[in-house]
């Protein structure tokens, strides 16, 4: 089993700075794609901000220029530096990430690729 558990959020005037860490534990092989998205009430979440294994990395329009996604593979773990944060900023943020997990077969071990994501952490920015 594998567990994505979010830390970082809390409440921040407007201008203010966050970070948001998302640290991924249990049976994994690899993690490939890894994402944050965020939902505000009454709106469908969005995607964020996303990194692949090879540290590329897409923004949301939204947040370019004041959010930074990075991860540490050796840890297993993303992070989003949030920076000039605007009170349309507001949501639950969630980690997701494409993890690859290995699997027990007759014919030795293979791996499976599942689609993971934490609890959510509440990021509240005030005006």
């Known amino acids: 089993q594998v567990q994505l558990v979010e830390s970082g959020g809390g409440m921040v005037q407007a201008g203010g700075s966050l970070r948001l860490s998302c640290a991924a534990s249990?049976?994994?092989?690899?993690?490939?794609?890894m994402g944050w998205y965020r939902q505000a009430p009454g709106k469908q979440r969005e995607l964020v901000a996303a990194?692949?294994?090879?540290?590329?990395?897409n923004y949301a329009d939204s947040v370019t220029d004041r959010f930074t996604i990075f991860r540490d593979n050796a840890k297993n773990t993303m992070y989003l530096q949030m920076s000039s944060l605007k009170p349309e900023d507001t949501a639950v943020y969630y980690c997701?990430?494409?993890?690859?997990?290995?699997?027990?077969?007759?014919?030795?071990?293979?791996?499976?690729?599942?689609?993971?994501w934490g609890q959510g952490t509440q990021v509240t920015v005030s005006s």
């Open positions: 249990g049976s994994i092989f690899s993690i490939d794609a």
């Open positions: 990194v692949t294994s090879g540290g590329r990395t």
């Open positions: 997701n990430a494409e993890v690859r997990v290995p699997l027990q077969t007759r014919m030795g071990v293979t791996t499976v690729e599942y689609d993971y």
